[in-house]
């Protein structure tokens, strides 16, 4: 995800799991399967019509009624329910606070699967924006980030609950729809409409869910890696659309393919929306503000294609864990661009986020993790993509790049498709690397601001020795923090000494061998540590 402008449209020990949690209300014994979306829209009235199917296994006995996620009206906004059904008979609900509360007609046995048919219309308030595209055409496109799928959908609308789904749209014919998944089919009826039927076999979160309905041109651009490559943009920009997005996206297919592993989704579908730039990566479905094909997209592209594999096959379960989904495509898209760009390319990139996840520390004051965050409005702030890219950065190089890609690959396969935690990530790279890492995890994911040096270094000759005074400045404890140094000598083509040190004090001293006395000495000469750039001087 990247944060998008405003729509044209008008749109000690690692914390116990049960000491963080977001604070949106958990229903024990509901486990949603599958829902089925029926929606129509039309060009006369931005009001939908609606019939979900919500197919859902029971895990508990004696459930008398349950709750899914669907806004109602407010300000003229919002959805109204005509009826709710099971098995052919009424239910009995409720619909407030933006909840539609489900009577039972027998309580709950484990194990039970039953199917609801909800039937609504309304006029989103968010979610699901209509309006017009840049060339002033008329179109429909879904944004539900984070929690707005339940604006025009009956939904668990939180990450912890994912479920296959299927849209069945109808529309004017003149549009085109795409959705997640495969296409079903395409049906014409005599009044002018069709009806377009997409269905997504792999469980998604909700929010992950998408429909873009408009006058589309369509270029299908083969197969890479087993994945189906598509182009959908406004029919004037077809062109321009295949050569942004295309060479980028078979490049990040391949590389992430052969890092990680296998993608999930049955296509990928880089679509142009009507949002003025960044983009959403809704799972099979990319949408990117329609200004980002006016650019080289490499970058964006990449970054969103890493979520299909962070943050959509591997969804967080809580928000607190965020950076689950946005530290991956961060950092995933500077190894992006290490391997086709070189190693020059992606310290720039690392540097860059470094200043960028510094500010937003000072700025915000806050962890990586979040504490039982409840308003979503700050669920991503810049820490979480910079700063949770750089933690995986460090990673890497304190474990090594085989050590590290093993521990993804391994984290990758046990929670594909699923829900993850920074526990679950914590095991798999203490499993890939032998280590306890609790106290990396510890501090850099629950400490507000990351450490800050001072320090000098002198040379003792007589005892041939260079000798490193360092101090930590920041607030609070000291960190344990492995660093490099690096002893640059002045005799040419002579490659510099590295050499690494562990500072877990306030204060440290370090005695370092040496036959004579280097040019310089530098601190973190490879970039790898998170930290304010250092006072380090002579003495």
Known sequence: MRLLTP?????????????????????PGIDVQHYRFALTLSDSTDDIRGDATVTIRFTRDGLQDFFLDLANVAAGKGMTVTSVTSGGSALRFTHGDDHLRISLAAATKAGDLRQFTIAYHGIPGGGLSIGVNRFKERCFFSWNW?????????????????????????????????????????DYAPDGSKTTHWKQSVPIASWLNAIGVEQFGVHYGGMVRGVELQTWVPHQDLAKGVAAFEEPSRRAIEFFSDYIGPYSYEKLANVSAAFGGGGTEHASAIFYGENVIDRNAASIVSHEIAHQWFGDAVTEG????????????????????EHYDGHDAFVTGLQRARVTALAAEKRLNEPVVHNNIADLKGVIPAL?????????????????????????????????????SSDDLRRAMEEASGRDLRWFFQQWL??????????????????????????????????????????????VGQAARVTRIELTQ??????????????????????TVLMDVPIFVKH
């Open 7 to 27: 729509l044209l449209l008008g749109v000690g020990l690692i914390a116990a799991p049960s000491a963080r949690r977001d604070t949106y209300p958990r229903q």
């Open 146 to 186: 984070p929690d707005k799928a339940r604006q025009w959908l009956p939904m668990i609308d939180h990450p912890s609950d994912k479920a296959t789904s299927e849209f069945v749209i109808t529309a004017p014919t003149k549009y085109s729809v795409v959705a997640n998944g495969l296409l079903q089919g395409v």
């Open 318 to 337: 809580d928000w607190d864990d965020a950076w689950l989904s946005e530290g991956f495509a961060t950092y995933f898209t500077l190894l992006y661009a």
């Open 384 to 420: 979480v993509y910079q700063k949770g890219g750089w933690i995986l950065h460090m990673l890497r190089s304190q474990l090594g790049a085989d050590t590290f890609r093993v521990a993804i690959r391994r984290y990758y396969a046990e929670h594909r498709d699923a829900n993850a």
């Open 446 to 491: 629950h400490r507000n601001l990351s450490p800050a040096l001072n320090g000098s270094w002198s040379y003792d000759a007589t005892a041939k020795k260079v000798v490193i005074e360092l101090v930590q400045t920041q607030a609070g404890e000291a960190y344990r923090l492995p660093i490099d140094v690096s002893f640059v000598s002045d005799s």
């Open 506 to 527: 306030t204060k440290q001293r370090f005695e370092l061998p040496s036959d004579r006395a280097p040019k310089d000495v530098l601190l973190d000469p490879n970039t």
